[in-house]
């Protein structure tokens, strides 16, 4: 096997311990989401987005528009961008990430 698939492995048993718990937790609260609490919480992750963009550019289109208006050309930018993820995958693929995972885990 891959180590891109151990890693999804290990992940998915803690994913699955984790709802375990947590199933078990819901069960003996009372308090449910209220619809208060999610607007807040759709509030803050927006804000968490966003995070302080002027308001012309907070969103995709606006950003487009206003990068097609200063007569940019994002293609080569596009290309740049995906080589360089590439690398960053091949990278990714060398590494040992159950072990960086369960080291991360185990020191929090």
Avoid at 67 to 96: C, F, P, V, W, Y
């Amino acid at each position: 096997m891959s180590k891109l698939h151990d890693f999804a492995q290990a992940v998915g048993a803690d994913i699955k311990e984790i709802k375990t718990s947590l199933a078990g937790k819901a069960d003996k609260g009372s308090e449910g989401v209220t619809e208060e609490r999610l607007t807040q919480a759709i509030t803050q992750v927006k804000t968490d987005i966003i995070g302080g963009a002027p308001e012309n550019l907070n969103t995709l289109k606006e950003i487009a528009d206003n990068i097609e208006a200063a007569g940019g050309n994002t293609d080569s930018g596009i290309i740049t961008k995906m080589t360089e993820l590439g690398t960053r995958i091949d990278t990714i693929e060398q590494e040992d990430l159950v072990s960086v995972y369960n080291t991360a885990k185990n020191t929090l």
